[in-house]
């Protein structure tokens, strides 16, 4: 396999000359409690470029997941603003697509209607939006299984169709919350290459939020290690390994060391969260 | 999250009871300025003056007891012969698998018009009244029993066998306990089922309990007096599901 | 599940059973009834029941009054399904109103509704109307509290992907929500359908002058047994196959499409 030394196929060699495509400034989300109030996410900012793949890592807690939902519109009670393309966040936004975590296939959508939801949502005719959505099946490799019903499929292939169905949305941001947390450790290294191929493909803005750093070590261009409650960004670390990646990366030497540089910066945080969640279960027990 | 304070958690509550004495205090005017025939729907505060007099003239806590001793008895029998059914249907494969689609339709046949078979076996008699509620319970204890029994996750199964216990032994020490809240919830539902029927079946046939003394009440076009009965009925069933599902959080802890 | 070291059971073997089992009850059934333990007539003989099943396939009569029946179960069906869909909607959709008021509906379920029956006469008469009313009284409750119950019970994820790819109220309802629910909804509406034959079938006993109940009731009080037995098998196979075609409606057997 040819590495090349600059990333190809990107639409920019110099991406820091380029105006943000995701602008995320000074998000602030408090929730109300038992115990009384809890910042989740504590002024956290940061901006993706065109193009650019950036992950977002901290341990269980720590608010990768409301953050996720902020950016994609789907929470709206927070302060600070988001903005894609120089347009507000207030709501969904068309320009972001959203893949999450749990399971979210339709059940009672075979494998090409499933792909085609967001085409169909947007008023495209049967013929038409089915087209659209054979391709994007084509690209996460699913084809053959159009007719069948996400019962039918493995995990990872249900997975795959929810990376289909956001990607025939076309979006200019795809932003992925752990999409693949349910899998297992082989299936989720194969999944990441077929990420990096795509994203490779389309040229594809990414923001990647997860809590495994193998996979945002193999996936990213940049990382942004949060910090357990409140959740701020603890350190930003640039991944300096070529594209075009493949998994075969993991056993590479550099790999190694941005895996352990992350980690001792995650380390402490992962062990406070730790500590919250015994005391939280000694409370229970005692109540 | 466990509730953030008493008061939010029963404000609810306290809107659902509110709203319901508005209705009743919104019938109360309604027939009181005659927008509703009052030879039709009694005034709320006549059913409530007429609660006592039907509880005492009536002999109310007799017909309770004889209701009560039906379901009690009816229930007694769907348990103990719809578990052993079930466990019986399960443990026979093959006469699960030619039996189970017929019990599960008799589930949904409207079996309750049996009754005048049972009547002309029985006579008007608590029998009629017990083989109508045992044979409408019936069918769910079974299906749930079988269901309860088949649905023990395979991993405790062979933990009972990396612990070397005989087939008895794995089938009373982790099939049954495993299959015990599925079973209460067919047992529960078979109960719905019985005391559904012996109501029915009293006031149908005019025999016995709390059912003939609707059916006599309305009958003698005793208006507020029907309407106390039923209110009678339905607070005693609410309390019998209450006092289930009571007994079900005692039995099974780890729900 | 299957025991480990058994061996499999043939559908033919399965199929023998089943007739093997037929037959000895009806054998009993015809020892029974020959014996004369039981008063005569309580179990009329085989043929005596065959030919009265056959008199009554054969006659008009018994069709027109399972089509008043029938009429009264889908009238009823009509109105307790619809009030009992959009109550559940409802409740489903509004957490506060479902803690204020589920717990009545939770409560009522259960209770026999047939003693509401002398209520229903009040209010409607004593014709067909007050036999729609039970039905509707029926399959109200079941309805409602299934529906309720299966929009909790949806995915939340589902309804976040419909909300990300900024589908409308129209949108999430006919290709979310309802799609999402509606096994359970199917399940409520059998429930439903089951109980508002038997509601109207007991209030048509207890005091009409057509209907299947009517007849069958009327059957008992002139001690045609095999005439009773007859309606029986007919009405049960009928409530049967009704019950299961909506149910293969529903699609609930196949992970199909709707």
Known sequence: MAIAPEPAGRPDTAPAAQAPLLVVEDIVKRFATPDGELIAVDHVSFDVKPGEFVGVIGPSGCGKSTLFNIIGGLLDDYEGTVRVAGERVRGPHPAIGMIFQEESTFPWRSVIDNVAFPLEIAGMGRRERHERARHFVKLVGLDGFERRYPAQLS???????????????????????????????????????????????????????????????????????????????????????????????????????????????????????LQDEDSAYGRERRA | MSAANPGARHFPLLVGMGALSAFFA???????????????????????????????????????????????????????????????????????????????????????????????????????????????????????????????RRVLIEVGRSFNLTARQIFTKIMLPSALPTIFVGVRLGLIFTLINVVGVEFLINFGGLGQLINDLAERYDLAGTYASIAFVILVSVFFFVVTEWVEKCLVPER | MKGGAAPAISAAE????????????????????????????VVPALPTIARALYALLAGGEFYWHLGVTAGEVAAGMTIGGIGGLAVGLLLGA?????????????????????????????????????????????????????????????????????????????????????????????????????????????????????????????????????????????????????????????????????
């Open chain 1, 155 to 273: 995990g990872g292939m249900r997975q795959r169709v929810s990376m289909a169905r956001t990607l025939a949305s076309e979006p200019k941001i795809l932003l992925m919350d752990e999409p693949f947390a349910s899998l297992d450790e082989q299936t989720r290294l194969l999944l990441g290459d077929k990420v990096l191929q795509i994203q490779q493909q389309l040229a594809q803005t990414t923001l990647l939020i997860t809590h495994n750093i193998t996979e945002a070590v193999q996936l990213a261009d940049r990382i942004l290690v949060m910090t357990y409650r409140p959740g701020r960004i603890k350190r930003v670390v640039d991944i300096a390994l070529p594209r075009p990646r493949s998994s075969q990366i993991v056993s590479s030497e550099a790999f190694g060391r941005h895996v352990a540089q992350i980690w001792s910066d995650l380390r402490e945080e992962a062990s406070l969260g």
């Open chain 2, 26 to 152: 919104g019938i109360e005017i309604l027939v009181r300025i005659d927008v509703i025939n009052r030879f039709i729907v009694p005034m709320p505060s006549q059913v409530i003056a007429s609660f006592e007099r039907v509880i005492v003239e009536e002999d109310v806590v007799a017909r309770f007891w004889l209701t009560f001793q039906e379901a009690f008895i009816a229930g007694a029998m769907i348990a103990i012969v719809g578990i052993s059914l079930g466990i019986l249907l399960y443990r026979v494969e093959i006469l699960r698998r030619a039996t189970e689609t017929w019990v599960a339709a008799m589930a949904s046949a409207p079996t309750v018009l049996i009754y005048p078979l049972f009547l002309v076996i029985f006579g008007r008699s608590m029998w009629t009244i017990v083989m109508m509620g045992f044979v409408a319970g019936l069918p769910p204890v079974i299906l749930k029993t079988i269901e309860g029994l088949a649905g023990t």
């Open chain 3, 14 to 41: 399965v199929r023998r059973l089943r007739i093997v089992i037929v037959l000895v009850v009806l054998a009993a059934w015809e020892l029974v009834a020959r014996s004369g333990l039981l008063y005569r007539d």
């Open chain 3, 94 to 258: 509004n957490r506060f109103l479902s803690e204020a008021f589920e717990r009545f509906l939770y409560y009522l379920g259960p209770t026999p509704k047939i003693i509401f029956f002398p209520i229903m006469i009040m209010w409607f008469g004593v014709g067909v109307s007050s036999k729609i009313a039970m039905g509707a009284l029926s399959c109200f409750f079941p309805v409602a509290l299934s529906t309720a119950a299966g929009m909790r019970q949806i995915d939340r994820v589902l309804i976040r992907v419909g909300h990300s790819f900024r589908a409308n109220a129209w949108q999430m309802a006919t290709k979310v929500y309802l799609p999402a629910m509606r096994h359970p909804v199917i399940n409520g509406v059998r429930l439903g359908l089951g109980v508002a034959i038997i509601g109207t079938l007991l209030a048509e006993t207890k005091l009409s002058n057509r209907g299947v109940g009517f007849l069958v009731i009327q059957a008992y009080s002139l001690f045609d047994m095999p005439r009773m037995y007859a309606m029986l098998i007919v009405l049960f196979v009928v409530a049967i196959g009704v019950n299961a075609l909506v149910g293969r409606l529903g699609g609930l057997d196949a992970i199909k499409r709707p």
